[in-house]
């Protein structure tokens, strides 16, 4: 008799742990998702914004073309050089 309660304690104790486990990991499933959901959200509105300001930018340039002035290109920023690292020479 008593053999037979400490299987059925440890059959609860098993079966609650497998549940808690399970509950964690739909919890942790679904905070996936959110980010997920998020993040796909962020990307499409800027890719929306990207999309308006290309527009803008071509229609400016036609009307420029159009107006008989040049069409320049937009400037691009170089990169500031990378500082050159400092040399600790040892003397024994």
Sequence with gaps: MN????LNAAQ?????HFTKAAASEGQAKQTVKQQRNAMEA??????ELRMAKE???KLEADKRVADGGAVVPPKRRRAA?????????FTY
């Design 12 to 16: 609860k104790s098993a079966q609650s």
């Design 3 to 6: 053999r037979s309660k400490n």
């Design 55 to 57: 527009a803008a930018d």
């Design 81 to 89: 050089p990378a500082p050159k690292p400092t040399v600790v020479r």
């Design 42 to 47: 962020k990307t499409s509105r800027l890719r």
